[in-house]
Nanobody, 122 residues
Framework: QANLVESVGGSVQPGGSLILSCVASGNIFSIYSMGWFRQAPGKQRELVSSLTSNGVTNYADFGKGRFTISRGLGPHTVYLQMDNLKAEETAVYYC????????????????WGQGTQVNVAS
């Protein structure tokens, strides 16, 4: 099992910046990746960015050049720096962890934070 807790999101003006953090805890065997998803009103949840335990990053096209994902010194903390935010990016942002739940097969399952609201408006 794992528990993921995101920082409070907040409200920013278009063009502004915001950083989110997520701290995971639990007794999974290891972490395959951590990342961020978001869900805007009326839309499906979508990947924002992810980072594997060996340092491979992935960004959605909309976030390339504007968003930066990083890990803390500990293995269970991840950050998302978002720059030049757009109004359309108002959404609930969810921290995600792919945790290894079986040491032999390396099977993973996703764990989710409760979500944090990010509002981008004038």
């Amino acid at each position: 099992q794992a528990n993921l807790v995101e920082s409070v999101g907040g409200s920013v003006q278009p063009g502004g910046s915001l950083i989110l953090s997520c701290v995971a805890s639990g007794n999974i065997f290891s972490i395959y990746s951590m990342g961020w998803f978001r869900q805007a009103p009326g839309k499906q949840r979508e990947l924002v960015s992810s980072l594997t335990s060996n340092g491979v990053t992935n960004y959605a096209d909309f976030g390339k050049g504007r968003f930066t994902i990083s890990r803390g010194l500990g293995p269970h903390t991840v950050y998302l720096q978002m720059d030049n935010l757009k109004a359309e990016e108002t959404a609930v942002y969810y921290c995600n962890e792919e945790g290894v739940v079986h040491p032999t097969t390396l099977m993973t399952r996703p764990y989710w934070g409760q979500g944090t609201q990010v509002n981008v408006a004038s």
